[in-house]
């Protein structure tokens, strides 16, 4: 079975700085997609960056970018420029080819400080 | 882009009593619809597959005849707690996923958090 663990359960970044989630995951496949989900204080669940396992490239959304490394099976989350509002529980998620199921890791708790 | 609704947003309700949650996809045909539980501070579990037109897959651990799942139309999922205890207060959050392959998301509802008094 896969399994996701993010190692760091609580992070803080100064307003403007960057900081790197980190996301690690079991997996025997050899395709696969992973996920990372943010949750604000509201509890709603939203989507923030996600990469096909057979895509090389590293995928970016605006300030939110990952660094995976499929030999290591590393998926990092990776924010620039940080914002008060990206202060949130970050989810890493591991979903296979043709499954339909998430994987969660434990979270990571971000606060921004001003 | 895909939205997916939950209602209700929050209940607060007597122990012994039913209540029913559903999940709706807007603009979108939901062939598959979670549900999950999460626990202050913890990760999201899934508790249920909810599959239209056929029976919901249950994780290990959740008890079928407490949490009735029905996915009557490609559209609505509903979760029905049943004879509610305090200790199935939590928050349940709901998502749908369209049809076909490819790496598409799940659609996450904005949850329901129930209270048993």
């Known amino acids: 079975a896969q399994t996701v663990t993010q190692s760091q359960p609580e992070m803080s970044v100064q307003e403007a700085e960057t900081v790197t989630l980190s996301c690690t995951y079991d997996?025997?496949?050899?395709?696969?997609?992973l996920f990372w989900y943010k949750q604000p204080p509201s509890r709603q669940m939203i989507l923030v960056i996600r990469?096909?396992?057979?895509?090389?490239q590293n995928a970016t959304e605006n300030r939110f970018s990952v660094n995976f490394q499929k030999a290591a099976k590393s998926f990092s989350l990776k924010i620039s420029d940080s914002q008060l509002g990206d202060a949130a529980m970050y989810f890493c998620?591991?979903?296979?080819?043709?499954?339909?199921?998430?994987?969660f890791g434990p979270g990571t708790r971000l606060s921004v400080l001003p | 882009g895909a939205v997916v609704s939950q209602h209700p947003s929050w209940v607060i309700c007597k122990s012994g009593t039913s209540v029913k949650i559903e999940c709706r996809s807007l603009?979108?045909?939901?062939?598959?619809m979670f549900w999950y539980r999460q626990f202050p501070k913890q990760s999201l579990m899934l508790m249920a597959t909810?599959?239209?037109?056929?029976?919901?897959?249950?994780e290990q651990g959740v008890e079928k005849d407490k949490f009735l799942i029905n996915h009557a139309s490609l559209t609505l999922s509903t979760l029905t707690v049943t004879s509610a205890h305090p200790e199935d207060s939590s928050f349940y959050i709901c998502?749908?996923?369209?049809?076909?392959?490819?790496?598409?998301?799940?659609?996450f509802g904005d949850g329901t958090r129930l209270s048993i008094l």
């Open positions: 998502s749908a996923i369209t049809t076909g392959g490819g790496p598409l998301a799940q659609h």
């Open positions: 997996t025997s496949e050899s395709d696969y997609y």
């Open positions: 990469q096909e396992a057979y895509k090389q």
């Open positions: 998620a591991y979903r296979t080819l043709y499954g339909q199921n998430f994987v």
């Open positions: 603009d979108f045909q939901a062939t598959t």
């Open positions: 909810s599959n239209e037109g056929s029976k919901a897959t249950y």
